[in-house]
């Protein structure tokens, strides 16, 4: 059993930055693939970014290559989502993720959720 908490949402202009963060407890984070996504109003859930147990490997959505990091610190139970050059697009609730499988997946089927952060990008 894994609970993901978020925090680090809020209000930013467009071209700004923020960082989000997710804390887990439970189990040692290091044995699960860690993810973001995010959901728009009227929109599907969507893959954001990926890493693997051991950090080596990350993955992202085409729509933020480039602009958003992803990293994890395992000592601190802790991934993040450091997010730049935000455009209005980006506004989502975003939801950090755990998953036992051993493999960085795009679709929204982890294990594990948190319960959202809001990110609104706006002028």
């Known amino acids: 059993q894994v609970q993901l908490v978020e925090s680090g949402g809020g209000l930013v202009q467009p071209g700004g930055s923020l960082r989000l963060s997710c804390t887990a407890s439970?189990?040692?984070?290091?044995?699960?693939?860690l993810g973001w996504f995010r959901q728009a109003p009227g929109k599907e859930r969507e893959f954001v970014a990926g890493?693997?147990?051991?950090?080596?490997?990350?993955t992202y959505a085409n729509s933020v290559k480039g602009r958003f990091t992803i990293a994890r610190d395992n000592a601190k139970n802790t991934v993040y989502l450091q997010m730049d050059s935000l455009k209005p697009e980006d506004t989502a609730v975003y939801y950090c993720?755990?998953?036992?499988?051993?493999?960085?997946?795009?679709?929204?089927?982890?294990?594990?959720w948190g319960q959202g952060t809001q990110v609104t990008v706006s002028s």
């Open positions: 993720a755990a998953d036992s499988y051993g493999m960085i997946i795009r679709r929204a089927t982890y294990d594990y």
């Open positions: 439970g189990r040692t984070v290091s044995r699960y693939t």
């Open positions: 890493i693997s147990r051991n950090g080596a490997i990350t």
